[in-house]
């Protein structure tokens, strides 16, 4: 057991960790956004479907990772913005909306596997985006592996999530979306425009959703398989609970769910005997102890999932 | 008269528009969409046993729909209909097990009621995390769902598992629930999901309490005022719908599968919302609605068997319609406009 825990054990472990929780962390960054403007996208799981495929398709037919990585952002954003259009246009329930997008990708999205792999004798493949050691900071012990050694998509995330925390915690920008998701009535009375600022938060989330899929094909696995996500889309929205709606913290949130997903293949190599359903079971349990413990602290944006119609009274 | 025009127009925009789409799909998948037609409603129509899979089919979506309903009418959003229905066919799997010698009926009966309980207490946890304390239901019913399915596969890989295999399910369960007609797999939880869509009529239309989750659906603050409690009321719709779909749940347990699996529910609670939504929350509407649902499914099952048809044309028809329902309005405008240029 304690030969178990070598620095090569944990060092293989943060990576596998770290690598696990990128989809996680990109689809919650975007849909941090989405809820900070009031819009609850249940329909996480059709955004990253769709950049999977997406992605998958036009890399395979281009032969170019960067025009998968486009294709994959352009299929998430469409989605999104027919739940954004749903949501904000026709005022709709948002809920119902995602669970009809994610069945409807799930469908459509296998339905095009099916043709594509039909017409191919040798099932699609993909390349998948290099690993690139950043010099200097991979060297570190125990995290420089896991954090730099990694492909470009995650150090675009870095960025992104740094990004992310200036803009909604220190811009104007970041308080405008604070308002619309808060009180839409008393934002679009001050001048913001909240229908086009609703829409621009789904656009975030739809490209990062989008990403999100697209990391999955172009970076871990090279293949798209029938319902690949395989629930991602439900765990990020946990990761968003979890992580407060802030950026860093819901990075820190995928980790620790991407760890316990990581935890479950080498639970017999440590001679630890649960159940691999325990550790699958976990990340939700946490939500939920999380959400009990911000009874009376944190709340939900005032107007989350509740559709705002300017002429009504 | 107006009116009714505008009726017929909306119906044909959206059986048009689905039928296209139908349509597209058979044709990339390379068949001929008219024998397919011909297979789709052969699959349904043409053998007692594929009418009869229809109804089986729709039971656990018209038990679950109905909870759901429930929910909505009452401003519960629940979307944890998946996982009450494996806590409901966890607790009938322990029932059942339960090795005591009584009548068969009897201990259907036992089984059937635990599912009920335990699907209500399931609910029970987003319910009262709501009415106290004000947690969004969503999450917390969509977290439910996944923990009640992990629940499974620790359970039937430990306690409840078969000793005689090494397979992740449970023995063989000796109550079941009867077939009522022979030689199909139709059984008596089709006939008790018939019964639940007259009760929960007679409980939302024609009781008081009926009326109060209605008003605590439709306005909380005229709730309070008119001296309804609320939080009861929430309970009360959080419960009865976890309940339903745990019988739901138990129904495919002890009528179809007779063991517990991983795969017994299947993402069926997920579709039983949407059940909910086209039943317009009203229990013939659910009825009607789940049997639609069902026949989509036999009738593209059979399409694919015999005309490879991938059957994933059910999530992608099941998502549109829903999609258009939820356009609902635009449809309207545009049929409206039309009118009106037509008119002019």
């Known amino acids: 057991m304690e030969q178990i825990f070598t620095l090569a054990f944990l060092t293989s472990f943060l990576s596998a960790a770290v690598s696990t929780a990128i989809p996680l962390a990109y689809a919650s960054m975007g849909e941090i956004y989405s809820e900070k403007a009031g819009i609850l996208n249940i329909g996480l799981e059709a955004n990253m479907l769709a950049g999977a495929f997406c992605s998958f398709a036009v890399a395979y037919t281009s032969g170019s990772l960067w025009m998968g990585l486009l294709g994959g952002i352009v299929g998430g954003l469409a989605v999104c913005m027919l739940h954004a259009f749903i949501s904000v246009r026709l005022a709709q329930n948002q809920t119902i909306c995602g669970i009809a ?23 699609p493949q993909v390349a998948t985006f290099p690993k690139l050691a950043i010099p200097g900071l991979s060297a570190i012990p125990l995290i420089g592996e896991a954090l730099f050694n990694q492909n470009i998509l995650v150090y675009i995330l870095y960025l992104l999530i740094g990004m992310s925390q200036v803009l909604l915690k220190h811009t104007q920008w970041g308080n405008s979306l604070t308002a619309v998701g808060e009180h839409p009535r008393a934002a679009d009375t001050v001048g913001i425009r909240v229908y086009r ?45 979890f992580g407060r709606r802030e950026p860093i913290r819901a990075a820190l949130a995928a980790l620790l769910f991407g760890a316990a997903e990581c935890m479950q293949f080498r639970m017999q190599a440590l001679g630890i005997d649960l159940p691999a ?37 | 008269m107006r009116k009714y025009t505008v009726q017929v127009a909306r119906a044909l925009v959206y059986t048009g528009l689905t039928l296209a789409v139908a349509t597209l799909l058979i044709l990339g998948a390379g068949a001929s969409p008219l024998q397919c037609a011909g297979v789709f409603i052969r699959g349904i129509f043409g053998s007692l046993n594929g009418f009869a899979e229809v109804l089986v089919k729709a039971a656990p979506l018209m038990l679950a ?28 799997t322990v ?25 209500g207490l399931w609910a029970f946890i987003p319910g009262i995390l ?27 890989r430990g306690v409840l598992q078969d000793s005689t295999d090494y397979l992740p399910q449970s023995p063989a369960l000796g109550p079941e629930l ?33 009326f109060e989750l209605q008003v605590v659906g439709s306005n909380k603050r005229a709730a309070r005022c008119l001296g309804i409690n609320v939080m009861k009321s929430i309970v009360i719709a959080s419960c009865l719908g976890g309940g339903l779909a745990g019988i739901a749940g138990a129904g495919e347990l002890l009528g179809i599968q007779h063991r517990l699996l991983e795969g017994l529910v299947g993402g069926s609670g997920y579709t039983a919302i949407l059940v909910a939504l086209l039943g317009r929350n009203n229990p013939w509407g659910v009825l009607a609605a789940s049997i639609g649902f069902a026949a989509l499914q036999v009738g593209a099952n059979t399409m694919q068997r015999q005309m490879g048809i991938p059957a994933a044309i059910v999530s992608i028809l099941t998502g549109f319609i829903v999609i258009l329902l939820l356009c609902d309005a635009l449809i309207l405008k545009l049929i409206e406009k039309r009118k009106v240029e037509g008119a002019a």
């Open chain 1, 101 to 123: 997008l994610n069945i409807f990708l799930l469908g459509i999205s296998s339905y095009f596997l099916k043709i594509l792999v039909s017409n191919n004798p040798a099932f």
């Open chain 2, 95 to 119: 029932v059942a097990m339960w090795p005591v010698q009584m009548p068969s009926w009897i201990h259907v009966t036992l089984a059937m009621a635990a599912a009920f309980l335990a699907g």
């Open chain 2, 65 to 92: 729909g109905l909870g759901i309903s429930i929910g909505f009418r009452s401003g519960f959003f629940n979307i944890g209909a998946e996982g009450q229905m494996y806590m409901g066919a966890i607790a009938a």
């Open chain 2, 178 to 210: 009867a077939g009522i007609l022979a030689p199909t797999r139709l059984h008596a939880g089709f006939l008790l999901a018939l019964l639940m869509v007259l009760i929960v009529w007679w409980l939302m239309e024609h009781t008081p309490t009926g």
């Open chain 1, 197 to 241: 600022t609703q829409y621009l938060a789904a656009a975030i989330n739809g490209m990062l959703g989008g990403m999100s899929g697209a990391y999955m094909v172009l970076a871990q696995l090279g293949v798209f398989t029938e319902n690949m996500t395989a629930g991602r889309g439900y765990i990020a929205l946990a990761v968003v609970i």
């Open chain 1, 277 to 313: 359903q325990f550790m699958n079971m976990l990340p939700y349990l946490i939500t939920m102890i999380a959400l009990l413990g911000s009874i009376g602290k944190q709340r939900d944006p005032e107007s989350l999932g509740k559709p705002y119609i300017r002429d009504a009274r």
């Open chain 2, 130 to 156: 709501k009415a106290k304390f004000g947690i969004s239901e969503i999450i917390n019913t969509l977290m439910l769902n996944y923990i009640a399915f992990d629940l499974t596969g620790i359970l039937i």
